[in-house]
């Protein structure tokens, strides 16, 4: 079945550092990559996507590609700010369309 | 253009009770998914409902039930509350799921089993 393993957290940085956030995968077919972000009490907000392989999604300064041969969708950034702070999940969909998540990452910046 | 709406935001019951949570789809959107956010458990999916059919479930006991009305918006019933039914119960919808279109999510409902 689909499975998303995602690096461990919590990961604290300091403001203007950069940020890598390890996502691997394995799942059937060719699946569609996403990263969300849940901000404190909140729901779960789309941060970018990636349809195919070699597809680079961003927004907000984060990026994440696409990697069919490695099977990973790792998110960086270059300068982090203190807004930031929230938990990050990478999640996969694949035929049957329900969202696999991985455990999320919980990202705190200090300034 | 409004996004997903949920209600209630909180919901506190004590167990054995029933409990209904509500989602308002983004106009347009025909497909609607059920997600549980259970502490230290992360996101588990529970339902997918799609043109006013149940499509997919996920691993969850049958008294998780729900339905999608003829607007598209759905209903999640959760029977005999147990105490690990607490959780943030998070609503999505897409466009046509046929077509693998990204899910938006609403801010969830709290549910708090006493």
């Known amino acids: 079945g689909n499975s998303v393993t995602q690096m461990e957290g919590p990961v604290t940085l300091s403001e203007e550092a950069f940020l890598t956030i390890n996502c691997t995968y394995t799942a059937t077919g060719y699946p569609s990559l996403f990263w969300y972000v849940q901000y404190p009490g909140e729901g779960l907000q789309l941060l970018l996507k990636?349809?195919?392989?070699?597809d680079k999604g961003s927004n907000k300064g984060f990026e994440a590609t696409y990697r069919k041969e490695t099977t990973s969708f790792h998110l960086e950034k270059g300068s982090v700010q203190v807004s930031d702070s929230a938990v990050y999940f990478c999640?996969?969909?694949?035929?049957?369309?329900?969202?696999?998540f991985g455990t999320g990452t919980r990202l705190t910046i200090i300034p | 253009e409004a996004g997903v709406t949920q209600s209630p935001t909180h919901l506190i019951k004590t167990r054995g009770q029933q409990a209904t949570l509500r989602c308002s789809p983004i106009s347009g959107h025909t497909s609607v998914y059920w997600y549980q956010q259970a502490l230290g458990l992360g996101l588990q999916f529970l339902l997918w409902?799609?043109?006013?059919?149940?499509?997919n479930r996920g691993n969850f006991p049958p008294r998780f039930s729900g339905r999608q009305f003829p607007n598209y918006s759905s209903e999640l019933n959760v029977n005999a509350l147990e105490l690990e039914d607490s959780a943030l119960y998070l609503c999505?919808?897409?466009?046509?799921?046929?077509?693998?279109?990204?899910?938006?999510f609403g801010p969830g409902t709290r549910l708090l089993v006493l």
């Open positions: 990636a349809t195919k392989a070699d």
């Open positions: 409902y799609d043109e006013g059919e149940e499509r």
């Open positions: 999505a919808s897409s466009l046509s799921a046929r077509r693998k279109e990204t899910q938006y």
């Open positions: 999640a996969l969909s694949s035929g049957n369309e329900k969202l696999t």
